[in-house]
């Protein structure tokens, strides 16, 4: 081979050279690419998995928290009692229809209102303030998280469970009451009489989520009822007698006796519950001239926005304590 063949072979090798390594580079970079998409896809479908985890370890717990409302005696006794006293509400109301014309479903969604105040944040606070510190005392919760869960995920499942539980309590009381109500032919206004079971199931949402805040500060179960009482009492008789004896000696404006009923939760499902059976809250004194007129046709969202709260931010609270810890 001549000189020249030989040195046009080399220059040819030098110019095939670039491509050859420009290839490898782009190779390099979809291979790069390629992994990146596919760890991208693999974290998603880990949070996938780790999600319908989460799902069903709390799933898991709700239906313990169930089963183990049912065979509870005291919660047992509270629906029933609730149950009875709702339709003995509602013999009254159709005495009235009898007598009067006024409507049944009327009647007795304005009498629950007052009962509901008083049954339900007691039996909602009681059952939540057993929830932690009952299994914490009878040893089962250590033995619980020993297990392959999160803290969360029990915490989680457990005011699911027995928020589920309390729901049929009041379901059951309702539901009886407005059968007998519809049987008898007594079926107007039924709509304010199911706008009250809904408030009342946020109220005893609200409570329940406050007895878990209760249950997961306390040690011993018999010290989370005394609290979770204590609390129910204050929550009752800080309402309307609070109110009027703040607004007699402290000279309170209707402004700062809404912002003071808006505080309480039950004060909350009152104003609720007048403003949706009557066009005008003059029943509720100044607070309700003072709230009608402010916030006008929004103040059921304000008011829904509070009974929220009041079940968000205990329970969320509840869950960094129980988090953090307090040994079981």
């Known amino acids: 081979m001549s000189k020249s ?3 046009k072979v080399a220059s040819s090798e030098l110019q095939m050279a670039p491509p050859a390594a420009s ?35 709390v799933a898991i717990f709700a239906g313990k928290e169930i089963r183990d409302a049912l065979r509870n005696r005291w ?38 209102v007052n009962l509901v105040l008083l049954i339900v944040p007691l039996m909602a606070l009681t059952l939540g303030a057993s929830a932690i510190a009952g299994e914490r005392e009878r040893g089962t919760l250590e033995t619980l998280l ?9 915490l989680l499942g457990k005011f699911i469970g027995l928020a589920a539980a309390l729901m049929a309590a009041l379901a059951l009381g309702f539901g009886v009451t407005g059968g007998v109500l519809a049987v008898r032919g007594a079926s107007a206004n039924a709509a304010q009489y199911a706008s009250i079971f809904a408030l009342s199931v946020l109220l005893g949402w609200a409570m329940l989520s406050v007895g878990f805040l209760i249950s997961t500060l306390s040690r011993r179960s018999s010290l989370a009822l005394g609290i979770s009482i204590f609390a129910w009492l204050g929550f009752v008789f800080l309402g309307d007698l609070g109110l009027m004896g ?34 005008s809250l003059d029943l509720l004194g100044p607070a309700g001239l003072y709230a009608s007129q402010t916030f006008g046709s929004a103040l059921p969202a304000l008011l829904l926005s509070v009974l929220a709260a009041w079940i968000i931010l205990p329970l969320a609270a509840a869950g960094v304590v129980f988090r953090r810890g307090v040994r079981p």
């Open 246 to 279: 703040g607004a007699a000696t402290l000279r309170m404006t209707a402004g700062e006796l809404l912002a003071a009923a808006l505080v309480n939760p039950l004060q909350v499902f009152k104003i609720f519950a007048v403003s949706g059976m009557h066009r």
């Open 146 to 154: 020993s297990q392959p869960v999160r803290r969360g995920e029990v």
């Open 23 to 57: 290839a490898v580079k782009e190779s390099r970079r979809d291979l790069a690419a390629l992994e990146a998409r596919r760890g991208v896809f693999n974290s998603l479908l880990a949070t996938r998995y780790s999600l319908l985890d989460t799902l069903r370890v």
């Open 75 to 112: 919660f047992l006794l509270y629906a029933v009692c609730f149950a009875a006293l709702s339709l003995g509400l509602a013999s009254v109301a159709l005495t009235g229809t009898g007598r009067f014309g006024l409507a049944g479903f009327g009647r007795t969604a304005a009498s629950l």
């Open 5 to 7: 063949s030989e040195f």
